[in-house]
């Protein structure tokens, strides 16, 4: 089966929560694993699969019953060619894409890297500073999966990203999910989502949170579990696709155990205000492009 729809990021918007709602749908099929990435070319060490067959592989279980048969690949807004990947795929696909405040985003990001071990620098303002000599090949932590998910101001230009999107895929075939109206109304939002999709309403009433922010117990573990050597990250690939074993038993309950939920701290002032005006021109763009009012976001930056 084809996919035919997309939950494309952006990362840290509520990706994840979306899809594991959709997921219990009785008709709807979202990929195991999730996030697939392959068409993200530009972030070749987080696409999952490299060849067509082995991509469409992942959905053969989908049925006549599945209406829905999509992906949650959080980078795929954010990389430079997935969506033109995406559309000269499927012509026809249906896009969702989830938006949030990108100083929330970015910040949350942040704890995410840390988390998964691709960042090494535990305070938030040196790593926003660092975006520049990262760039340039400098101060890039050992064993990162790809140095460009350390660019937390190119990541969170979601305005920027949104115009590109509109420019390959026409509106009505996009639907934008706000994470602040995700977690107020749960329930409106799904069911906004399935009409979207065509899918009928299933009655859920019950919407957990999912992917809170959380740490670390033991760093060297983490490193071993969260980012093993490239030849283990092929080896349980190939266990996957080729014969059909499920590999999640084999780091998950590892990753489980060794993480602790955790409270960001609060950011100072001076450097949120830093934050909100690097996004304030982007964010009116995302404002204007999506018909959506985000003074809300924006305020405090234009009065500065």
């Given at each position: ?11 840290k918007?509520?990706?994840?929560a ?31 699969v ?12 989908a049925?006549?019953?599945h209406?829905?048969?999509?992906e ?18 499927n ?14 985003l ?12 691709n960042?090494n ?7 926003w ?10 101060n ?6 790809d140095v ?13 990203q949104?115009?590109?999107?509109l420019?390959i ?16 109304n ?26 809170k922010n ?7 573990l ?11 990250v092929?080896?349980v690939?190939?266990?996957?696709l080729?014969?059909?074993i ?27 205000n ?10 009116k ?20």
């Amino acid at each position: 089966m084809k996919p035919n729809f997309f939950i494309i990021g952006a990362a840290k918007a509520g990706t994840t929560a979306m899809s594991e709602y959709l997921r219990e749908h009785p008709n709807v099929f979202v990929s195991d694993p999730k996030e697939i990435h392959f068409f993200a070319h530009d972030l070749p060490r987080y696409r999952f699969v490299e060849e067509m067959p082995d991509y469409l592989d992942i959905f053969s279980e989908a049925s006549s019953e599945h209406v829905a048969i999509g992906e949650a690949s959080v980078y795929y807004l954010y990389s430079s060619v997935a969506v033109q990947n995406i559309r000269q795929f499927n012509p026809d696909a249906k896009i969702i894409v989830m938006l949030r405040n990108p100083v929330e985003l970015a910040y949350s990001l942040h704890s995410e890297m840390l988390f998964n071990c691709n960042e090494n620098v535990e305070d938030f303002m040196q790593a926003w500073h660092l975006e520049q000599a990262r760039k340039q090949g400098r101060n890039i932590p050992p064993g990162c999966r790809d140095v460009k998910v350390l660019f937390y101001r190119d990541i969170a230009l979601l305005g920027e990203q949104v115009e590109r999107l509109l420019n390959i895929f026409p509106r009505k075939q996009v639907h934008f999910v706000w994470m602040e109206e995700l977690q107020a109304n749960p329930r409106q939002v799904y069911c906004d989502v399935l009409d979207f999709l065509s899918v009928p309403d299933d009655g859920r009433e019950r919407f957990e949170r999912i992917n809170k922010n959380k740490s670390i117990r033991y760093p060297w573990l983490a490193r071993l579990s969260q980012t093993p050597p490239l030849w283990v990250v092929k080896s349980v690939r190939w266990l996957r696709l080729q014969l059909g074993i499920d590999t999640g038993w084999i780091l998950q309950p590892i990753r489980r155990w060794n993480s602790v939920p955790a409270e960001r701290v609060p950011l100072p002032e001076s450097f949120v205000n830093e934050l909100q005006q690097a996004f304030s021109d982007d964010m009116k763009k995302l404002g204007r492009l999506t018909g959506r009012d985000l003074d809300h976001w924006i305020k405090k930056a234009v009065a500065d």
